[in-house]
């Protein structure tokens, strides 16, 4: 069984920085990544990388490219989300997802098995 406990959000002024934080216990393979949920609208892919290390490539949405960070420690068994030059656009609901079996982790979409509990991230200007 897969479980994912997030940490890290809260309230910050437009140009600020959060770090999400993502534990993750249990086995994962494929893909892992965040994704949010702005009020009113779908869900976003927003970064997604390879559970194997040797693979690193990492996916953006365009809208956060040179913004956020994804990263892992595997030590700790936590992935990350760092987010730069927040925009009042950034406010919504952020989920950390683990498990897409199919591993096509540039789709930024599609179907994880595991979600986070979500983590507000509200962004003021």
């Known amino acids: 069984q897969v479980q994912l406990v997030e940490s890290g959000g809260g309230s910050v002024q437009a140009g600020g920085s959060l770090t999400l934080s993502c534990v993750v216990s249990?086995?994962?393979?494929?893909?892992m990544g965040w994704f949010r949920q702005a009020p009113g609208k779908g869900r976003e892919g927003v970064a997604a990388?390879?559970?194997?290390?040797?693979?690193?490539?990492?996916y953006y949405a365009d809208s956060v490219k040179g913004r956020f960070t994804i990263s892992r420690d595997n030590g700790k068994k936590t992935l990350y989300l760092q987010m730069n030059s927040l925009k009042p656009d950034d406010t919504a609901v952020y989920y950390c997802?683990?498990?897409?079996?199919?591993?096509?982790?540039?789709?930024?979409?599609?179907?994880?098995?595991?979600w986070g509990q979500g983590s507000q991230v509200t962004v003021s200007s």
């Open positions: 249990g086995y994962t393979y494929g893909c």
């Open positions: 997802a683990a498990v897409k079996p199919d591993a096509r982790c540039y789709e930024l979409a599609g179907e994880y098995r595991y």
């Open positions: 990388m390879y559970v194997i290390p040797s693979r690193t490539d990492i």
